[in-house]
């Protein structure tokens, strides 16, 4: 049986027979169809891109599951879809593929995966995994990376900041990197949809500048190398190598001994560095 009708909350929750189709007036295609057992569902009626030949009608829902309204608005999302030539059932199927990659590419789980894959072949790896892990990994890590937005970028740099520049410049470098590494290894994310695309450290932090204010001088340098003698292991030894490579001090004091080449005589420490 087919019946035409302007369906209501009450009408749905109400009717039990005859079972057929009570087709609503205010929906063109949706209608309630009630089976001799009592089951209600809601379906939509229609020619469907993947079936074109046929008309036939598809379950949008169950009574209960959804009410009146949403059935309408779910049945007038489907036929927008269908007159695109999109058939709602795949497009269904594709959102719920994302949503499940989403949830699996969390911040976390993709900013782990470039620290065991991309950051432990770095010379200092231990450093920038630090600095993701307390910069970035306690601030967005259950969300799905493809939800991060440029506007967390540059509150999470700011912040970074203002502790000092240096530090501002080196978590931006970090989370450039991993957002560039993650676009490249199919997370989710296009190079259009990349947060850090167009951002520029200098105009979050500020321009870079030298602290240095001068060079010292022969005299003073030979000053300095006397007074690390007399001073000795361990400070005087460290200043020793901070004059003789120009490297920061904390480059020099958190050395690592698989980043000195003995042999060569080098220290290996990252020009980025």
């Not at 036939?56 to 608005?73: D, K, N, S």
Request: net charge positive; with cysteine; charged share 30%.
């Amino acid at each position: 049986m087919e019946t035409r009708l302007r369906l209501t909350d009450r009408f749905v929750a109400s009717v039990n027979t005859p079972p057929g189709d009570y087709r609503d007036t205010v929906t063109p295609g949706l209608a309630l169809r009630v089976r001799s057992s009592g089951h209600k569902s809601f379906v939509l009626r229609g020619r469907f891109p993947s079936e074109p030949a046929t008309f036939t009608r598809r379950t949008l829902a169950r009574v209960g599951e959804i009410t009146l309204e949403e059935a309408r608005a779910k049945a007038r999302g489907w036929l927008e879809l269908m007159r695109k030539g999109i058939d709602p059932r795949a497009e269904e199927d594709r959102q719920r593929a994302r949503e499940q990659t989403n949830r699996v590419n969390n911040f976390e789980f993709v900013a782990r995966e470039f620290i065991r894959i991309h950051v432990a072949n770095l010379a200092r790896p231990k450093d920038t995994a630090r600095v993701i892990e307390r910069q970035f990994i306690s601030r967005w890590g259950p969300r799905p990376i493809v939800e991060i937005q440029p506007s967390d970028i540059k509150r999470a740099i700011r912040t970074v900041s203002e502790s000092g520049p240096y530090a501002g410049y080196t978590a931006f470098a970090c989370i450039r990197s991993l957002f560039h590494w993650a676009v490249a290894n199919d997370f989710g994310l296009s190079a259009s949809s990349n947060p850090v695309l167009g951002l520029k450290a200098t105009a979050l932090i500020g321009k870079e500048r030298a602290h240095r204010q001068r060079t010292l001088a022969d005299k003073e340098l030979r000053a300095v190398w006397e007074a690390c003698n007399q001073m000795g292991y361990p400070f005087g030894d460290l200043i020793k190598l901070l004059l003789l490579t120009g490297q920061r001090r904390d480059e020099i004091a958190n050395l690592n001994w698989d980043e000195i080449d003995l042999a060569k005589r080098q220290i290996l420490i990252p020009a980025s560095r």
